[in-house]
């Protein structure tokens, strides 16, 4: 997962690959739930990992739930309807698929058994409506207190006592704001048929029905029938009691398939963007999504557990649609319509508005900063495709579906608008850890960058300038990849000494580079396997690293490979020649450089801290002697890119070198505003 500020996306042009999807956030969550509820043991398979379903765990583990993660399976062992422990204080992120059920479940618990709970969340979750949810169980009789403004979480749920409630009435609830207080009460009132069934009844037009359909499919596979009456009248019949299935599986996500199909339709140009993990018998709403692309012209192809799509029409075509039975998918058509060969226009999405953030407002805000003109109301927007893109900073509201949607802006490259090919940069990428941690490495495997798009920034300088110290960092903060080229003249000096070749050896160091089995990973260098972080670093292997690097055949042989190391979204290079010879086109030249004496000091202190005692002078001498060899050898020398910016640091820190270096990038980048 991207944890970094920012994150920028190059211009996209093409897609192909397979995405395996993470689990469905709002099966995960009600499986769970379930299985908390039910009476022994279930094994879920395939369980969604994100911020929703962690809170949704730590709230189960704190109520005493038994929770045992065995690889992909998570087994729950469920509380039968017995309160474990009847205080808690529950902190639930920005989850409305664990705030809401849990109210109810608690509410009920707490009520027949003598309980008292507090739930929060994030500020966010405390703007998002509850009161409808929270009027339906008073009027059963739970004691539910607002802890804040009324109507909103955080709530306090039963006193600790015991209540009698009445499910003689029919419990009323509205279903025009969320379905999620209907799916809330469908999964707890089960608690209350020991006696009687109990009966539900939906004020207003419920929305999202599909999402009701997920409800009763999986209350199905704990043994609970619901009898329904359209949507208007739900029973829960008397003796209603979870049973676990034993074991279930958790389908992929199928709003986060929205963006591979997205993918596929603008960017499976020739070949398919394949998805596995859902499929056309996905139970969830969200597959529904796979008609409105097919409208707009994606090619799609499916089967059970799996879809393929590529571009079909193209412009993409105009739609007009009611969404009301696809609102997080829709969002993706909102950016899709950035590709179209007209005005389109989403209807009945007013429930965009209570979502993670107002995402009607926040999606016009965002689409007219890449170029789109858009019309929004109360309940709809349409969105009038860019006539001149422009390299946009998005907002993403810590909410998931924006950073995920809006990075699709980025194949801006494709459509016939002049200005073609800017980047796109998301703000805050991690919030798409809410439902896809992993959603933006996918989209770097699967994505193709326009040519020349992916970004370098080169540091060169001689030795014990901080290059190393300087790149990784600006790495990092950027989210970029980092290539260490000394690590290559390192290993191919290592890998010659254990040979026996001798460093004059033109040719046989040459083939020795060209066949170098390296591999860097969590901080460490392996060569042929072999973990050679240690030797690696030695100063007397930079001293065996410059003599090598001398010879034009070792170079030549290391060519590729170096720039094999850019990929998306970027990549820093620390070096000798990186701005010269390797990415003479790169973005960024940064020549660093601090006197002899400060350098000396640096390693001794460096080497100092690894328990090497080496004299100042002896150091001084050789990183000199070092200097000179790599600033006179015949082919490229150490020397700084003529557009290259100098930084002297003999009296700047790391992160005064580090902000320094992050302040010229920045001010090279077309993006507006930070
Ligand atoms: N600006 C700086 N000020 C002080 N020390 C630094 C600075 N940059 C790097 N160092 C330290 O100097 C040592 C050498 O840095 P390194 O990044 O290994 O250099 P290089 O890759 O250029 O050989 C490290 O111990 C590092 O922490
Ligand atoms: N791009 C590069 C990187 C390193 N070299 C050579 C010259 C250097 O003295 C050695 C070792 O480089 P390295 O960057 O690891 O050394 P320092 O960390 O700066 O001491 O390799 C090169 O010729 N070209």
């Known amino acids: 997962m991207f944890t970094t500020a920012f994150l920028d996306v190059p211009a996209l042009v093409r897609a192909a690959g397979t995405v395996r999807l993470p689990g469905s956030k709002s099966i995960s969550n009600r499986v769970l739930l379930l299985a908390g509820l039910a009476q022994g043991t279930t094994e879920v398979h395939d369980l969604l990992d994100s911020d929703d379903t962690r809170v949704m765990l730590a709230a189960l583990q704190q109520l005493g739930c038994g929770l045992e993660q065995q690889g992909r399976v998570l087994r729950v062992t469920g509380l039968g309807g017995r309160l474990q422990t009847r205080e808690a204080a529950l902190f639930l992120g920005n989850a409305g698929t664990a705030m809401r059920p849990l109210c109810a ?16 969340g994030v500020p966010r979750m405390h703007e998002r409506p509850i009161g409808d949810l929270v009027e339906a169980l008073r009027q059963l009789g739970c004691p539910v207190a607002n802890l804040g403004q009324p109507g909103y979480p955080p709530l306090r749920i039963g006193d600790g006592q015991v209540h009698p409630l009445d499910t003689t009435t029919p419990i009323r609830v509205r279903g025009d704001v969320s379905s999620q207080f209907l799916t809330a009460l469908l999964l707890a009132l089960p608690l209350l048929t020991t006696n009687a069934p109990v009966t539900i009844e939906v004020e207003g037009e419920l929305i999202s029905k599909p999402y009701i359909d997920i409800t009763l499919g999986l209350l199905a596979r704990f043994g609970i029938e619901v009898q329904r009456q359209g949507y208007e009248r739900f029973v829960l019949p008397q003796g209603s009691a979870y049973r676990t299935p034993g074991s279930i599986h958790v389908e992929g996500d199928a ?13 499976g140009i020739d070949s398919e963007v394949r998805i596995e993990g859902v499929g056309l018998d996905a139970i969830q709403g969200d597959i529904r999504f796979v008609e409105a692309a097919q409208a707009m012209g994606a090619q799609v192809r499916g089967g059970p557990g799996w879809l393929a799509v590529r571009r079909g029409a193209w412009p993409l075509k105009a739609l007009d649609l009611d969404c009301n039975h696809i609102p997080d998918a829709a969002m993706t058509l909102a950016v899709m319509a950035l590709f179209a060969d007209g005005p ?32 929004e109301g109360a309940d709809y927007i349409v969105v009038t495709p860019p006539q001149r893109w422009q390299a946009a900073s998005i907002h993403t509201y810590d909410d998931h579906r924006m950073a995920m949607c809006l990075s699709l802006a980025a194949f801006n490259p494709l459509s016939d608008a002049p200005g073609r090919g800017v980047p796109v940069r998301i703000e805050d990428p991690r919030c798409v850890g809410k439902t896809f941690p992993d959603y933006f490495e996918t989209l770097f495997e699967l994505a193709e960058a326009a040519a020349g798009a992916v970004p ?36 191919t000096a290592l890998a010659a000494q254990e040979a026996g070749v001798s460093l004059d050896d033109e040719a046989g160091l040459a083939t020795l580079a060209a066949g170098l089995d390296l591999r860097f990973a969590d901080h460490r260098v392996f060569l042929g396997g072999r973990d050679i972080t240690d030797p690696l670093r030695l100063e007397a292997t930079g001293g065996l690293a410059s003599r090598v690097s001398v010879h034009p055949a070792v170079r030549q042989a290391l060519h590729a490979l170096q720039l094999g190391f850019r990929r998306l979204p970027g990549l820093v290079a620390d070096g000798r020649d990186m701005g010269t010879v390797i990415f003479p086109e790169a973005e960024l030249k940064v020549y660093l450089t601090a006197t002899a004496r400060q350098r000396a000091e640096r390693r001794q202190r460096q080497l ?53 270096v992050l302040g010229w990038w920045q001010q090279g980048r077309p993006f507006q505003r930070v």
Request: charged content about 25%; glycine content about 8%.
């Open 608 to 660: 100092a801290e690894r328990g090497v005692c080496a004299k100042l002078d002896e150091l001084c001498a050789d990183l000199e002697q070092r200097d000179r060899r790599d600033q006179t050898r015949a082919v490229a020398p150490l020397k700084p890119a003529e557009d290259a910016l100098l930084l002297d640091n003999s009296e700047l820190g790391i992160e005064e070198s580090v902000q320094r």
């Open 456 to 491: 370098v920034i080169a540091v060169d300088g001689p030795t014990a300038s901080g290059k190393g110290t300087l790149a990784a960092q600006v790495a990092q903060r950027l989210g970029y990849h980092l290539l260490d080229s000394g690590a290559l003249y390192r290993a």
């Open 344 to 375: 389109t226009r989403l209807r009945n999405i007013a429930s965009w508005r209570v979502k993670e953030t107002d995402r009607i407002a926040a999606m016009a805000c965002e689409l007219r900063k890449v170029g789109a003109s858009i019309e």
């Open 255 to 267: 709003s986060s398939a929205s963006y591979f199909v997205a993918l596929g339709a603008l960017a």
């Open 105 to 120: 479940a608690l509410a009920v618990l707490a009520s027949t058994q003598g309980g008292q709970f507090e739930l929060s």
